[in-house]
């Protein structure tokens, strides 16, 4: 008779108040996803992937509070001529979203999509299956089985315009669990944008599969209010020649989880994941990546950079593997911290696995204080020492952020940066 | 080691001498070699009555038999860990001996004349003879090289026995103390009980607990304080007795401002079952001291197809109690069948420094889990790391290691680089670094690189008359080139013949 | 302008004097140079003087028009009109230079009352500069010092002080690395910033510098103190003979 451990405890307590959605092709994804992570059950900190973060707010059963911005919301996309998504609380908001059409793109949403087939079986739930291995990511599998929504995309060619999704956090306690699930055929392009808090606490995963020469790209910003709790995934399958970008500014927050889990079949294919993070005080940000290099002739990037003050914690996990066979791999990956304070902290494991000869790959870390001697120097040319710092922090993520191709979406993110720079003076 | 070239002069890097020399040397590994002697075992398997047994032959007071008796109960509690990238079959810990003494040990030679000649002869063809001569033997060369008459002082460890300990007297005119562990324990108790499981507690870590329990001898060092060791001194493990387990146990102290530079050599027999050596290594480092530890370690890796070889499971561990004290390992890992070691440094003082300078080769079905801790407590401590590893064959070889600042070691440096080659497509390369900044006075920078050996320099040296597996050596050499100009001058010539030797038959 | 009064500074960290009562006065319109040998406390002399950390200074005060330069942050004493041409300029990855340079303009402008310096204005001001230099576009573009060569660097300083206009500028052996070409460029440009009211102190360890930019003051300094003041001879005397024989003549 074996004792359940904590892990498996966490489960029942988890999902004690949740509905497995019925009834429509997705439910035997949802009920494989409950039998995934009943047999890994949830994280818990003794996980080697958990050694650096406290999963403890993801298993239990209540959302502990977040305030909710009394401001008006600055919406940082709102200048971009995209299609516009709107979700409050999880819950889609059909007066402020677009109508869901767009050129060679068919969008459905997951709670209205109650038929017993759907292009979406074969991928929802399959690319998170993958992710699985060899490291489990209970929290991608519970989203899986109790998903309340998301969008379904389906591009067929080169999409027009962006999609751009905005949450929206409207209640103190919201527990939001949504699922989008991308497919690009082959050839085709896409960028995804995806701002605001969502919810007090939220879970929210990304399948996203790019097929045979198309393009992604997705740029994200968490502008939380000081208190949210967030755990995102994205789980992507890149075919040949296939280009896979991904950009996250996390602004505040006290919990942000971001994963990312990559695996390149296809050869020659790009996978460029970047992240920049600012946080001040309770603020615990981890970005968890996972390249997985099957094919050859391939590259990836992974650059992440963390500015922290007042006891902020930032971790970064990111890990290249290239399987046997995969030659001619070009691996990159950066994880730099700034620590503006002595409070501060920056925890980090960068891995390497490689089982091909023929490669190239190098990562590098490092974390410090600003540089004193670029400060002096900013300085006696009369900039003041609180605009200097600034500056010497924005150089700093400039190399996170130019990861950002299209500059007016950089040079949006960037304000973002400013003005929080400007709402922290040190 | 007579088929050494004389004369040699290491230069930066690598030179046609290393290339002549390596020619020369040929065969695979050289120490497969076993002694026909008759000894003396516990009887198989472990158990209270075995650790009692143990101390019992080593004539130990009751305190270091309860110490071992409490590590053997916390050993029956613990798991083996899995988190190392190693894969081996479950080793059954019921079927090793832990106890294998040469017959003629039973009662201790009073002096190196009376050990037997067998053994002398053992040593003798390891190129350790066990005399009080200048140079540590098989360099010939080294006295011209280093200008001056070299003393090395040599503890044998033969299975689970020192063997003898030269240069005794000579030492302890300076105050020095060098002996095998099991005389220390009954001649200078007060040291040994201050300071054994000082520094890797008992319950460190599984194979630290079993040797806990079981270790059954070792060397012991002290440095007096402001003493300046007159003479290297070195250890050199020899397991020769088939289903025999090592477990050895070194204690070095290094007392305020005292300086040693210490030696360590390991080589076994060439069998078709696999041996388990489990060691602790324990440095204590008090203020404005300085230790230097080096390791050749060349057990035999097993055959091509990963059939026997040492098991190797190493706890090695300093720790700079004192400000301004250093500590500096370095590792030439090219044994083995499976290596589990991670020499760390504790900077517990302020502006106490740890370096750690690795090579590790895996050739054939090898597998190697390696590298460090430095974990920075005092304030301005500084840390360095180079790791180089080599991947040939079908072997497995990851770096580990750990950087970590505390909140008060203010103002502190880490630079680590660890660069990793694979030859052939078969064989795989790791890193797994753990950084933990907890201020923001200090500094770290960690660097990583993986790579196959450059097509373009072996051409170059191919176009030069090499052939392929010289242009390899070469080329290696040359990568490991920061670690190996870290080794003494002695281990530093045998290290650039072994890198060679590792990777026979790697290419092609 | 700038007064210097028994100047006494030792580092923080070890208790090692290194000035040791430097006394000297810059009048506006002249130059003044500083000649001495390695580790007689030059480059010291030109860190304190604009605020670097690191340094305690035990006795004496440094005045610049009126102001106490103690009391003042770097940025205060930079816009007060005091400017240092670094002997090592600093790279600073991700900071361009253009960017660098109009920050730095509008930061001095704004801290004394005037108004920021637009865009246009601005971009002008900086290509007339440049040409005259010899800086091109690209290195304008580039991050700051980011990849320069010696001779760019130092180019990039004078840049600076021709952009923010500072009443005193110190130059700390900005002839270290240069070719004589390098330096006859770096130092047309310096001379071109010559007038009534601004005050030169060049620190050099040679004298050739000084054949292109003419001082009217020369000082000799050794051990933390200025122990011979002349004329623009002094510095050839050095050339000649060295500072063996000088400071011998001194003690």
Redesign the interface.
């Known amino acids: 008779m074996t004792v359940l451990t904590k892990n498996f405890r966490d489960i029942e307590l988890r999902i004690a108040k949740l509905n497995l959605p019925q009834g429509d092709w997705a439910t035997e994804a949802r009920t494989d996803a409950l039998k995934r992570l009943r047999s890994v059950g949830m994280p818990e900190r003794r996980d080697e992937y958990w050694r650096f973060t406290r999963p403890d707010v993801f298993n239990q059963s209540g959302t502990p509070p977040a305030t909710v911005s009394a401001m008006e919301k600055e919406i940082v996309f709102s200048q971009v001529d995209a299609l516009q998504i709107v979700f409050d609380d999880g819950i889609f908001n059909a007066k402020e979203s677009d109508t869901l059409a767009l050129e060679y793109v068919s969008i459905d949403r997951l709670a209205e999509s109650s038929s017993d087939t759907h292009w979406a079986k074969s991928l929802y739930g399959q690319l998170e299956t993958n992710g699985q291995k060899p490291v489990p990511r209970p929290l991608g599998s519970l989203n899986t089985a109790f998903a309340t929504d998301g969008i379904l995309v389906l591009v067929k060619g080169s999409a027009p315009k962006p999609i751009n999704i905005i949450y929206n956090q409207k209640e103190e306690t919201s527990d939001v669990t949504l699922h989008h699930v991308v497919r690009l055929e082959a050839g085709a392009e896409l960028t995804i944008l995806e701002s605001g808090p969502a919810a007090a606490r939220l879970n929210n995963v990304i399948e996203v599969d790019v097929a045979d020469g198309a393009v992604f790209h997705h740029i994200r910003t968490q502008n939380n209010t000081k208190d949210n709790h967030v755990a995102t995934h994205i789980f992507a399958r890149l075919g040949n020649a296939s280009t896979f970008k991904s950009f996250t500014l996390t602004i505040n927050g006290k919990l942000t989880r971001n994963e990312c889990l990559i695996e390149i079949t296809g050869d020659d294919a790009v996978a460029h994941v970047a992240g920049a993070c600012v946080g001040d005080g309770n603020f615990h940000q981890d970005d968890t990546v996972f390249i997985t290099h099957d094919a050859k002739g391939c590259e990836s990037r992974q650059v992440f950079k963390k500015v922290l003050r007042n006891g902020a914690v930032g971790v970064f996990q990111g890990k290249i593997l290239v399987k046997a066979g995969a030659q001619k791999t070009d691996g990159y990956q950066i994880s730099q911290s700034l620590l503006l304070d002595g409070d501060s902290q920056f925890l980090a494991k960068p891995e390497l696995e490689i089982y091909a000869d023929d490669v190239i790959c190098s990562h590098g870390s490092t974390s410090g204080a600003i540089d004193e001697d670029a400060l002096f120097y900013l300085r006696s040319r009369g900039i003041s020492e609180y605009e200097a710092t600034n500056l010497l922090t924005l150089a700093f993520l400039a190399e996170a952020m130019d990861e950002i191709e299209d500059e007016d979406l950089r040079e949006m993110l960037t304000r973002q940066l400013e003005g929080w720079l400007e709402r922290h003076r040190g | 080691m007579d088929s050494i070239v004389e004369n040699v002069v290491v230069k930066d890097g690598v030179d046609q001498e290393t290339v002549d020399a390596v020619r020369e040397v040929g065969g695979a590994y050289k120490h497969g070699w076993s002694t026909d002697i008759e000894m003396e075992y516990a009887p198989k398997g472990l158990s209270p009555d075995i650790v009692k047994l143990i101390s019992e032959k080593n004539e130990e007071p009751d305190w270091m038999l309860d110490w071992r008796l409490a590590a053997y109960e916390r050993w029956l509690q613990k798991k083996e860990p899995e988190w190392a990238m190693v894969d081996y079959p479950k080793i059954d810990f019921q079927d090793q001996y832990y106890y294998a003494r040469p017959k003629s040990m039973e009662t201790k030679p009073k002096s190196l004349d009376e050990v037997d000649p067998k053994l002398l002869a053992t040593y003798e063809k390891l190129g350790i003879p066990l005399k009080e001569q200048l140079i540590l033997a098989g360099v010939d060369g080294a006295e011209e090289l280093t200008g001056a008459p070299r003393k090395v002082a040599v503890d044998a460890v033969f299975d689970s026995v020192s063997v003898g300990t030269t240069f005794r007297d000579e030492l302890l005119k300076a105050g020095v103390i060098f002996c095998s562990i099991s005389e220390a324990i009954k001649d200078y108790p007060d040291l040994v009980k201050k300071y054994l499981g000082s520094v890797v507690p008992v319950s460190d870590n599984y194979y630290a607990t079993l040797n806990s329990a079981v270790f059954s001898d070792g060397s012991f060092v002290y440095i007096p304080p402001g003493v300046r060791c007159p003479m290297e001194l070195s250890t050199y493990f020899r397991i020769n007795a088939e289903n025999t387990g090592q477990f050895e146990r070194t204690l070095i102290i290094a007392d305020k401002g005292s300086y040693v530079s210490y030696l360590e050599g390991c080589t076994a027999p060439q069998r078709d079952i696999a041996q388990l050596h489990a060691a602790v290594v324990e440095i204590i480092i008090e203020e404005d001291a300085e230790v230097k530890y080096s390791t050749v370690q060349n057990w035999y890796p097993g055959d091509e197809n990963g059939k026997g070889g040492i098991y190797n499971f190493v706890t090695k561990r300093a720790d700079c109690r004192g400000d301004r004290a250093k500590v500096m390992w370095t590792q030439v890992e090219t044994g083995s069948a499976v290596t589990w070691k991670y020499p760390s440094c504790i900077l517990r003082g302020n502006e106490t420094q740890g370096e750690f300078y690795s090579i590790a080769i895996a050739n054939n079905m090898q597998q190697a889990d390696t590298g460090t801790k430095m974990v920075h407590l005092g304030k301005n401590t500084k840390s360095r790391i180079v790791s180089k590893g080599i991947s040939a064959g079908q072997a497995q070889n990851t770096y580990r290691g750990l950087v970590s600042m505390h909140p008060r070691a203010k103002d502190s440096r880490n630079y680590t680089q660890c660069d990793s080659l694979l030859i052939g497509d078969k064989c795989g390369a790791h890193t797994v670094p753990y950084i933990e900044v907890k201020n923001n006075s200090s500094r770290v920078e960690h660097e990583a690189t993986t790579s196959k050996v450059d097509d373009d320099q072996l051409f170059y040296c191919r176009s030069r008359g090499m052939d392929e597996e010289e242009a390899v050596a070469l080329v290696v050499n040359g990568f490991c080139k920061d670690v190996l100009q870290a080794l003494p001058m002695e281990f530093a010539m045998e290290a650039q013949q072994l890198v060679a030797i590792s990777l026979e038959g790697s290419v092609g | 302008m700038l007064t210097i009064n028994n100047l006494h500074v030792k580092l923080e960290e070890e208790d090692k004097p290194i000035l040791k009562g430097v006394n000297l006065t810059v009048e506006a319109g002249k130059v003044h140079a500083i000649m001495g040998p390695n580790g007689s406390g030059k480059s010291t002399l030109s860190y304190v003087l ?4 690191g340094y305690e200074v035990t006795d004496g005060t440094v005045n610049l028009n009126g102001q106490d330069v103690f009391g003042m ?3 205060e ?3 007060a009109g005091m ?2 041409a ?1 002997q090592y ?7 361009g230079n253009m ?2 340079l109009r ?2 303009v509008n ?2 402008r704004k ?1 004394r009352g005037e108004e920021e310096m637009s865009a246009a204005e601005f971009l002008k001001i900086v290509r007339l500069r440049a040409k005259e230099l010899k800086i091109d576009a690209d290195m304008l573009k580039r ?1 700051v010092n980011v990849g320069f060569s010696g001779g760019e660097k130092k180019r990039n300083e004078i840049l ?1 002080m021709a952009m ?1 206009e500072p009443k005193i500028c110190i130059l700390d052996e900005t002839d270290s690395g240069l070719d004589v070409d390098a330096m006859k460029l770096v130092a047309d440009g310096v001379n071109s910033l010559r007038n009534s009211n601004r005050g030169f102190l060049v620190i050099t360890h040679y004298q050739r510098l000084l054949d292109h930019i003419k001082p009217d003051y020369v000082h000799i300094m050794a051990d933390g103190q200025i122990v011979k003041t002349g004329g623009p001879d002094l510095a050839l005397e050095v050339e000649n003979n060295g500072y063996k024989d000088l400071l011998a003549g001194v003690a």
């Open positions: 604009s605020g670097k950390d942050e770097p940025e004493r930079s816009s400017f240092l670094f300029p600093v790279e600073i990855p991700g900071v960017t660098f920050t730095a930061a001095q801290s991050p600076q923010l």
